[in-house]
């Protein structure tokens, strides 16, 4: 079982920067795969960015260039660095985690409850 909590959202002007962070629980974080997907007022959950247990990313192309991922395996932590926002960034950010061999759009096992990034034009 796996435990996630994002934090870091919050409200930005356009062309501002937030940092989300996804602490998980658990012993074998490293051995995870870990995504962030985002779902704005009346639209379906989308793909935004995952990093492989190895360290490889994927990126959605709307976030390509923008956003960063990364994680620090010995603080069970992956964040979403996101620089040059947009008012269409805006949506609740969620953390997942995936075990095993999936592609970086899942299935994930696990979700967290996610955080509020309003993008202010």
């Known amino acids: 079982q796996v435990q996630l909590v994002e934090s870091g959202g919050g409200l930005v002007q356009a062309g501002g920067s937030l940092r989300l962070s996804c602490a998980a629980s658990?012993?074998?974080?490293?051995?995870?795969?870990m995504g962030w997907f985002r779902q704005a007022p009346g639209k379906e959950r989308e793909f935004v960015a995952a990093?492989?247990?190895?360290?490889?990313?994927t990126y959605a192309d709307s976030v390509k260039g923008r956003f960063t991922i990364s994680r620090d395996n010995a603080k069970n932590t992956v964040y979403l660095q996101m620089n040059s926002l947009a008012p269409e960034d805006t949506a609740v950010y969620y953390c997942?985690?995936?075990?095993?061999?999936?592609?970086?759009?899942?299935?994930?096992?696990?979700w967290g409850q996610g955080t509020q990034v309003t993008v202010s034009s």
């Open positions: 990093i492989s247990w190895s360290g490889s990313s």
């Open positions: 997942a985690a995936a075990y095993g061999r999936v592609g970086a759009r899942g299935p994930y096992d696990y």
């Open positions: 658990g012993r074998t974080f490293s051995s995870y795969n």
